[in-house]
């Protein structure tokens, strides 16, 4: 078992996109889910009403569905996915820390520690020669290193930007709304930064000519 290897390494096994996305985005539609439908589900299979109310319900569902979107992502390609695992980790033990002393406000603190997380890191990378976003968008585009380098630092600073809009939130609305917000508002944000880094993405864009060169 190893970590991935290098954005342009030869050897680098890919999963399609929509897998990917679906392996990323998977655990958050099992979060929304039983938030938003956890009583009808806990009066469906009673044992889970020990868990508590469904936000609770909910962060351990999250829990199991990213553990097991780890192991499908590790059992396809043999090497842990690095920023899915940091997510993962986080998830895992900010969970256990909710569910443990039955207090939402680890769950909600989770994303802010994770997005200020890759934030570091991302540029902390920079700041040791490594483009480390080409380890998550490689199976979607390939860039030069320069491309990748510039791509790093503009996501570095957005997942700052999304800590801050995170602790806006759930400080300032209920917890349905966090979680809905955390669902469907997080990922049109990010859609609509994504397309703004088009122009970056096209300039900086290997070619099958160059990669075959």
């Known amino acids: 078992m190893e970590l991935e290897h290098d954005p342009n390494d030869p050897t680098r096994k890919e999963l399609s996109p929509l897998l990917k996305l679906a392996l990323e985005l998977g655990p958050l539609g099992v979060f929304f889910l039983f938030n938003s439908r956890g009583e009808q589900i806990a009066g469906a299979f009673p044992v889970l009403q020990v868990i508590g109310e469904p936000i609770f319900l909910a962060t351990a569902a999250f829990m199991v569905a ?3 979107s ?3 992502s590790l059992w396809l390609t043999r090497r842990l996915p690095i920023m899915p695992l940091v997510s993962g980790v986080v998830v895992l033990v900010f969970g256990a820390l909710t ?5 939402e406000l680890f769950i909600k603190l989770k994303p802010t520690i994770v997005n200020c997380l890759f934030g ?3 540029l902390g990378g920079l700041f040791f020669g490594k483009a480390l976003l080409g380890y998550v968008f490689d199976s979607a585009f390939k860039l030069t290193d320069e491309g990748w ?3 790093t630092f503009r996501w570095g600073i957005f997942f700052f930007v999304l ?3 995170n602790e806006i939130v759930w400080r300032s609305f209920s917890t349905d709304f966090w979680v809905s917000f955390k669902v469907f508002g997080i990922m049109p944000i990010t859609l609509v930064f994504t397309l703004t880094q088009l122009p970056l993405i096209q300039k900086y864009a ?3 000519e160059a990669r075959d060169a």
């Open 66 to 68: 990213i553990t097991i």
């Open 70 to 72: 780890l192991t499908v």
């Open 99 to 103: 569910l443990w002393l039955h207090d």
């Open 120 to 122: 570091s890191v991302l």
């Open 149 to 151: 380098r510039k791509l």
């Open 163 to 165: 800590a801050a809009i």
């Open 206 to 208: 290997i070619t099958d």
